[in-house]
């Protein structure tokens, strides 16, 4: 059974930094891309960033780009998203989520989703 | 930056069929995903490259894309079908490269 579980919430002052983490479990970590999307309270699905299999080939909303980063360990089955320089409009619950194909091309088409971490960004 | 254009809400009676749209300049050449998301939870494909189901997914949900417009129908509808649902494409000129539409809450009266 495909189990994505987010960690690494909370919240964080503008400004500041956060890391979030994707425990994967029950499929090849390594043979599928990863996405995060987020959901600001109350609004629609955001697409944030997305890593290929290899985590060779990164991708980024150009809302986020130069402030996060996404990384993969495939020796661990966890993916990441490293934000800094928060912003208030940044306070969404974040979603980690699976491509359906198998492969290493990021296809932005998601199949699995974890049950998502939520980031408050707020002095 | 591609926008998807949805109505912000759909009724529809326990039994009828419900269609839900997914508006975009030239939609019909690119492929469409759906998904639904319940209150408190995490988004399910329902849909995806416009028209294929996941497994698990009732054939009650069915998909077409074609022109300006992408649609979402969902037949004989039951009460547990009531959530939101969101179109969603790829654009590599978009500013976000896989783009998802405002969302469509869908209400079974």
């Known amino acids: 059974e495909v189990q994505l579980v987010e960690s690494g919430g909370g919240l964080v002052q503008p400004g500041g930094s956060l890391r979030l983490s994707c425990a994967a479990s029950g499929f090849t970590f390594s043979s599928y891309a990863m996405s995060w999307v987020r959901q600001a309270p109350g609004k629609g699905l955001e697409w944030v960033s997305a890593i290929s299999g290899s985590g060779g080939s990164t991708y980024y909303a150009d809302s986020v780009k130069g402030r996060f980063t996404i990384s993969r360990d495939n020796s661990k089955n966890t993916l990441y998203l490293q934000m800094n320089s928060l912003r208030a409009e940044d306070t969404a619950v974040y979603y980690c989520?699976?491509?359906?194909?198998?492969?290493?091309?990021?296809?932005?088409?998601?199949?699995?989703w974890g049950q998502g971490t939520l980031v408050t960004v707020s002095s | 930056s591609y926008v998807l254009t949805q109505p912000p809400s759909v009724s529809v009676a326990p039994g009828k069929t419900a269609r839900i749209t997914c508006g975009g300049n030239n939609i019909g050449s690119k492929s469409v995903h759906w998904y639904q998301q319940k209150p408190g939870q995490a988004p399910v494909l329902v849909i995806y490259?416009?028209?294929d189901r996941p497994s698990g997914i009732p054939e009650r949900f069915s998909g077409s894309n074609s022109g300006n417009t992408a649609t979402l129908t969902i037949s004989r509808v039951e009460a547990g079908d009531e959530a939101d649902y969101y179109c969603?494409?790829?654009?590599?000129?978009?500013?976000?490269?896989?783009?998802f539409g405002g969302g469509t809450k869908l209400t079974v009266l």
């Open positions: 989520a699976k491509d359906l194909d198998y492969g290493d091309t990021a296809m932005g088409l998601l199949d699995y």
């Open positions: 490259y416009d028209s």
């Open positions: 969603q494409v790829w654009d590599s000129s978009s500013d976000h490269l896989w783009v």
